[in-house]
Protein backbone atom coordinates (compact mmCIF):
# COMPACT_ATOMS: atom_id res chain seq x y z
CA UNK A 1 0.00 0.00 0.00
CA UNK A 2 0.95 3.57 -0.74
CA UNK A 3 2.59 5.67 1.59
CA UNK A 4 0.71 7.61 4.09
CA UNK A 5 0.32 11.31 4.63
CA UNK A 6 0.92 11.92 8.22
CA UNK A 7 1.52 15.43 10.54
CA UNK A 8 4.14 15.00 13.35
CA UNK A 9 3.68 16.88 16.58
CA UNK A 10 5.82 17.04 19.48
CA UNK A 11 9.47 16.41 19.81
CA UNK A 12 10.14 14.42 22.83
CA UNK A 13 8.98 11.36 24.85
CA UNK A 14 6.94 8.06 23.65
CA UNK A 15 5.74 7.80 19.76
CA UNK A 16 1.68 7.51 19.73
CA UNK A 17 -0.06 7.51 16.26
CA UNK A 18 -3.78 7.88 15.50
CA UNK A 19 -6.26 6.54 12.97
CA UNK A 20 -9.28 8.06 12.34
CA UNK A 21 -11.99 7.02 11.22
CA UNK A 22 -14.35 6.79 7.90
CA UNK A 23 -14.37 10.30 6.66
CA UNK A 24 -12.37 11.70 8.57
CA UNK A 25 -8.61 12.85 8.12
CA UNK A 26 -5.53 12.96 10.73
CA UNK A 27 -6.57 16.61 11.55
CA UNK A 28 -9.13 15.61 13.12
CA UNK A 29 -7.40 14.45 16.34
CA UNK A 30 -5.30 18.36 16.46
CA UNK A 31 -6.45 19.33 19.12
CA UNK A 32 -5.91 16.22 21.40
CA UNK A 33 -2.96 15.77 19.71
CA UNK A 34 -1.37 18.89 20.39
CA UNK A 35 -2.35 18.67 24.23
CA UNK A 36 -0.39 15.63 24.04
CA UNK A 37 2.37 16.61 22.47
CA UNK A 38 4.11 18.10 25.30
CA UNK A 39 5.10 14.68 26.44
CA UNK A 40 4.80 12.52 23.64
CA UNK A 41 5.98 12.46 20.02
CA UNK A 42 2.29 12.30 18.20
CA UNK A 43 1.87 11.25 14.54
CA UNK A 44 -1.43 11.96 12.60
CA UNK A 45 -2.18 10.13 9.82
CA UNK A 46 -4.43 10.33 7.10
CA UNK A 47 -5.56 6.84 6.46
CA UNK A 48 -6.09 5.01 2.72
CA UNK A 49 -8.45 6.49 0.61
CA UNK A 50 -8.87 9.54 2.90
CA UNK A 51 -7.56 13.07 3.48
CA UNK A 52 -4.24 13.48 1.24
CA UNK A 53 -3.14 9.61 1.54
CA UNK A 54 -3.75 7.40 -1.54
CA UNK A 55 -6.56 5.72 -2.95
CA UNK A 56 -6.44 2.39 -3.59
CA UNK A 57 -9.04 0.02 -5.45
CA UNK A 58 -10.57 -1.79 -2.22
CA UNK A 59 -10.94 -1.39 1.19
CA UNK A 60 -9.09 -4.01 3.22
CA UNK A 61 -8.75 -3.31 6.72
CA UNK A 62 -5.64 -5.97 7.05
CA UNK A 63 -4.16 -4.40 4.42
CA UNK A 64 -4.53 -0.87 6.76
CA UNK A 65 -3.28 -2.47 9.68
CA UNK A 66 -0.16 -2.99 7.72
CA UNK A 67 0.16 -0.16 6.59
CA UNK A 68 0.08 1.80 9.71
CA UNK A 69 2.72 -0.74 11.35
CA UNK A 70 5.06 0.19 8.22
CA UNK A 71 5.59 3.70 9.77
CA UNK A 72 6.60 2.42 12.78
CA UNK A 73 10.41 1.87 13.56
CA UNK A 74 9.98 1.26 17.83
CA UNK A 75 7.18 0.40 20.06
CA UNK A 76 4.28 2.69 19.65
CA UNK A 77 0.73 3.80 21.42
CA UNK A 78 -1.75 3.55 18.73
CA UNK A 79 -5.23 5.29 18.86
CA UNK A 80 -7.87 4.61 16.73
CA UNK A 81 -11.52 5.69 16.28
CA UNK A 82 -13.89 3.44 14.44
CA UNK A 83 -12.46 2.38 11.35
CA UNK A 84 -9.11 3.17 12.77
CA UNK A 85 -9.86 1.41 16.08
CA UNK A 86 -10.79 -1.39 14.04
CA UNK A 87 -7.24 -0.77 12.21
CA UNK A 88 -5.21 -0.31 15.33
CA UNK A 89 -6.96 -3.33 16.96
CA UNK A 90 -5.52 -5.32 13.90
CA UNK A 91 -2.33 -3.89 13.91
CA UNK A 92 -1.51 -4.76 17.82
CA UNK A 93 -2.67 -8.51 16.80
CA UNK A 94 -0.51 -8.55 14.11
CA UNK A 95 2.65 -6.76 15.26
CA UNK A 96 2.00 -6.77 19.20
CA UNK A 97 5.77 -6.31 19.08
CA UNK A 98 5.31 -2.56 17.71
CA UNK A 99 2.68 -1.66 19.72
CA UNK A 100 3.47 -0.53 23.36
CA UNK A 101 -0.41 0.19 24.18
CA UNK A 102 -3.72 0.50 22.21
CA UNK A 103 -7.13 3.10 22.95
CA UNK A 104 -9.81 2.28 21.16
CA UNK A 105 -12.72 4.63 20.80
CA UNK A 106 -16.38 3.88 20.24
CA UNK A 107 -15.96 0.54 18.23
CA UNK A 108 -15.15 -3.06 19.10
CA UNK A 109 -13.76 -5.99 17.34
CA UNK A 110 -16.87 -7.04 15.68
CA UNK A 111 -18.69 -7.28 12.86
CA UNK A 112 -21.69 -4.48 12.91
CA UNK A 113 -25.26 -5.04 11.19
CA UNK A 114 -25.80 -3.15 8.08
CA UNK A 115 -27.07 0.25 8.33
CA UNK A 116 -28.30 2.51 5.77
CA UNK A 117 -26.66 5.60 7.64
CA UNK A 118 -23.30 5.76 6.21
CA UNK A 119 -24.52 5.11 3.12
CA UNK A 120 -26.84 7.61 2.92
CA UNK A 121 -24.52 10.07 3.76
CA UNK A 122 -22.36 8.76 0.79
CA UNK A 123 -25.19 8.89 -1.54
CA UNK A 124 -25.59 12.65 -0.36
CA UNK A 125 -21.75 13.31 -1.17
CA UNK A 126 -21.99 11.84 -4.59
CA UNK A 127 -25.04 13.48 -5.40
CA UNK A 128 -23.50 16.96 -5.49
CA UNK A 129 -23.33 17.96 -8.83
CA UNK A 130 -19.29 19.75 -7.80
CA UNK A 131 -18.67 21.48 -11.38
CA UNK A 132 -22.01 23.88 -10.23
CA UNK A 133 -21.03 23.80 -6.62
CA UNK A 134 -20.17 28.04 -6.19
CA UNK A 135 -19.58 27.60 -2.12
CA UNK A 136 -19.10 25.16 0.78
CA UNK A 137 -22.64 26.47 1.81
CA UNK A 138 -24.36 25.46 -1.35
CA UNK A 139 -22.94 22.09 -0.51
CA UNK A 140 -24.45 22.08 2.82
CA UNK A 141 -27.38 22.88 1.75
CA UNK A 142 -27.40 20.33 -0.53
CA UNK A 143 -26.70 17.62 1.96
CA UNK A 144 -29.51 18.93 4.65
CA UNK A 145 -32.02 16.84 3.94
CA UNK A 146 -30.00 13.20 4.12
CA UNK A 147 -27.66 14.33 6.69
CA UNK A 148 -29.97 16.47 9.21
CA UNK A 149 -27.46 16.95 11.67
CA UNK A 150 -25.01 20.19 11.27
CA UNK A 151 -22.33 18.97 13.04
CA UNK A 152 -22.05 15.61 10.68
CA UNK A 153 -22.71 17.87 7.68
CA UNK A 154 -19.83 20.03 8.89
CA UNK A 155 -17.58 16.74 9.79
CA UNK A 156 -18.06 15.14 6.03
CA UNK A 157 -17.73 18.77 4.09
CA UNK A 158 -14.14 18.81 5.90
CA UNK A 159 -13.05 16.16 2.98
CA UNK A 160 -14.47 19.00 0.29
CA UNK A 161 -11.65 20.56 -1.15
CA UNK A 162 -11.46 23.67 -3.61
CA UNK A 163 -8.21 24.02 -6.01
CA UNK A 164 -8.65 26.90 -8.71
CA UNK A 165 -12.32 26.91 -9.81
CA UNK A 166 -12.87 22.84 -8.82
CA UNK A 167 -14.32 21.36 -5.83
CA UNK A 168 -13.14 17.29 -4.92
CA UNK A 169 -13.48 15.07 -2.32
CA UNK A 170 -10.39 13.87 -0.62
CA UNK A 171 -11.84 10.60 0.35
CA UNK A 172 -12.07 7.57 -2.39
CA UNK A 173 -16.48 7.87 -2.09
CA UNK A 174 -16.55 5.61 -5.03
CA UNK A 175 -14.77 2.87 -3.14
CA UNK A 176 -15.84 3.82 0.47
CA UNK A 177 -19.58 3.18 -0.72
CA UNK A 178 -18.91 -0.03 -2.67
CA UNK A 179 -17.16 -1.49 0.10
CA UNK A 180 -18.53 -0.70 3.33
CA UNK A 181 -19.20 -4.06 4.45
CA UNK A 182 -15.61 -4.03 4.80
CA UNK A 183 -15.42 -1.81 6.95
CA UNK A 184 -18.00 -2.79 9.00
CA UNK A 185 -16.96 -6.28 9.24
CA UNK A 186 -14.20 -8.00 11.32
CA UNK A 187 -11.43 -10.43 9.60
CA UNK A 188 -12.99 -14.09 10.30
CA UNK A 189 -9.36 -15.31 10.66
CA UNK A 190 -7.82 -13.18 13.82
CA UNK A 191 -5.99 -15.29 16.02
CA UNK A 192 -3.97 -14.89 18.62
CA UNK A 193 -4.36 -11.60 21.69
CA UNK A 194 -2.63 -8.85 21.90
CA UNK A 195 -1.35 -8.58 25.71
CA UNK A 196 -0.41 -4.78 26.23
CA UNK A 197 -2.68 -2.43 27.98
CA UNK A 198 -5.95 -1.22 26.01
CA UNK A 199 -8.51 1.50 26.78
CA UNK A 200 -11.51 1.51 25.22
CA UNK A 201 -13.90 4.17 25.32
CA UNK A 202 -17.25 4.04 24.13
CA UNK A 203 -19.55 7.27 23.88
CA UNK A 204 -22.55 6.70 25.93
CA UNK A 205 -24.90 7.31 23.66
CA UNK A 206 -23.62 5.44 20.93
CA UNK A 207 -24.79 2.17 20.07
CA UNK A 208 -20.70 1.03 18.60
CA UNK A 209 -19.36 0.23 22.14
CA UNK A 210 -22.30 -2.11 23.75
CA UNK A 211 -22.17 -4.73 26.64
CA UNK A 212 -22.72 -7.49 24.05
CA UNK A 213 -19.70 -6.73 23.01
CA UNK A 214 -17.24 -7.08 26.13
CA UNK A 215 -16.72 -10.73 25.20
CA UNK A 216 -15.06 -10.04 22.04
CA UNK A 217 -13.25 -7.89 23.41
CA UNK A 218 -11.90 -9.57 26.28
CA UNK A 219 -11.12 -12.74 24.33
CA UNK A 220 -8.11 -10.56 22.50
CA UNK A 221 -7.18 -7.88 24.40
CA UNK A 222 -7.09 -9.54 28.00
CA UNK A 223 -5.74 -6.15 29.58
CA UNK A 224 -8.73 -3.96 28.21
CA UNK A 225 -10.44 -0.88 30.65
CA UNK A 226 -13.47 0.47 29.78
CA UNK A 227 -14.42 3.96 30.05
CA UNK A 228 -17.79 5.37 29.10
CA UNK A 229 -18.20 8.99 28.20
CA UNK A 230 -21.51 9.76 29.04
CA UNK A 231 -23.46 12.06 26.89
CA UNK A 232 -21.36 11.39 24.10
CA UNK A 233 -22.35 9.64 20.68
CA UNK A 234 -20.16 7.74 18.24
CA UNK A 235 -17.47 11.17 17.65
CA UNK A 236 -16.53 11.32 21.31
CA UNK A 237 -13.12 12.80 20.42
CA UNK A 238 -14.96 15.88 18.71
CA UNK A 239 -17.92 16.01 21.27
CA UNK A 240 -16.14 15.61 24.70
CA UNK A 241 -12.28 16.75 23.48
CA UNK A 242 -11.31 17.57 27.03
CA UNK A 243 -12.67 14.12 28.79
CA UNK A 244 -10.79 12.18 26.32
CA UNK A 245 -7.74 14.23 26.40
CA UNK A 246 -7.28 13.66 30.10
CA UNK A 247 -8.22 9.77 29.55
CA UNK A 248 -5.09 9.57 27.21
CA UNK A 249 -2.95 11.46 29.51
CA UNK A 250 -3.55 9.27 31.83
CA UNK A 251 -3.10 6.10 29.81
CA UNK A 252 -0.08 6.84 28.05
CA UNK A 253 1.20 7.58 31.87
CA UNK A 254 0.43 4.74 33.19
Not at 80 to 86: A, F, I, L, N, R
Not at 208 to 218: C, L, Q, S, T
Amino acid sequence: MSDLHVTRLGDHGSPVVFCHGLFGQGRNWTQIGKALAADHRVTLVDMPNHGRSAWTDRIDLVAMADAIVATLDEPTALVGHSMGGKVAMLAALRHPELVSRLCVVDVAPVAYRESDEFGRFIDAMLAIDLGALTSRADADAALAEAVPDPGVRAFLLQSLRREGDAWGWMSNLQVLRRDLGAIRGWPDDVAGTYDGPVLWIGGGASRYVRDEHRAAMEALFPRVRRATVKGAGHWVHSQEPAIVTELLTRFLAD
